[in-house]
């Protein structure tokens, strides 16, 4: 920013600040002379056509206190757009960038009339209503540090608390990408030393982060988009194999309106069910969703995932049978 752009922007600010202003109390404010003042008054003048007086009881003020400094060029709808984004945040209480969004809005808002930028927040707020379900409790200095150690492909030292096991173990790591899944599920994904492969681990669940002053290299293999392509929802590891899952009539409806996965195909029936086909990688994610549907859906291939939902079901039945 020129230290024009930055005396225009304080000037300005001075004159709403409803104190009244003199050519010599904005040079002692901006720490120049009267004369650099006067120029910097007549340039908003007669280059912004700003509406300047100048009287002994005012000083100098704008006669028009809704006009705004040009200075960035956002218009009522792209500020509406940033407003319901900070909204859309709120609700995922896991965002590392909430006071900076705020923060930049507010600056934003001043360049727009009060009773407009009113208008605005309240219809944000009433009549626009955001809910994410279930929120996680991120670390933003964790995550800012992520975001460096990807930046920089520096590795990580990490405490991480794996929930399936309840235990909290100390690894090496290679940070490739940040992934947000479902807007909740903040993941890094990158290389285990301890596990010697590609791992996702859940953000929210490290307890401690270090930045290590080694660096690493991507593995050539490792293809961002290929490798998001083969997962279903953020389950990795294992060969890719043909799912086929079969959805009755009522549950049908629900799977025709998304598309679940890249690589998926719907075989649709005369009785109004149909057939799902993908190709996936790891099974657990794709147990929990499809016993999701109940008996609406019926895995039909491959064996080990129709045998790890019988067992679910059965073990599920033992639970009740002993109630």
Known sequence: ????????????????????????SLAQAMEVSVRTIYDDLTFLRDRYNAPLENNKQQGWHYTNPDWRLPSISLSQGELFALILGARMLENYSGSAYI??????IA???ERLPEATWVDLQKIADERI??????????????????????????SVWMEYFTASRNTNTERKFDPYLLHIYRGTNPYVIGFCHKRQEVRWFRIDRIRSLKILKEEFTVQPDFDAKGHLSMIFQHEVG????????WFD????????????HPSQELIEHPDGSLTLQMYVSGLNDLKRWVLGYGKGAVVKSPPELVEMVQKEIAAMNCNYENN
């Open 249 to 260: 009539s009522a549950t049908a409806p629900f799977i025709r309106e998304r598309r679940w």
């Open 238 to 245: 294992g060969v890719p194999q043909l799912i086929e899952i």
């Open 107 to 109: 600056r934003l808002s």
């Open 99 to 104: 006071e900076e969004l705020r923060s930049a």
């Open 1 to 24: 920013m020129s230290r024009r752009l930055e005396r225009l922007l304080k000037i300005d600010s001075l004159l709403r600040s409803g104190i009244r202003q003199t050519q010599p």
């Open 129 to 154: 209503l955001f809910s994410s379900g279930a929120s996680i409790h991120l670390d933003p200095l964790i995550w800012h540090r992520l975001e460096l150690a990807c930046k920089d492909s520096q």
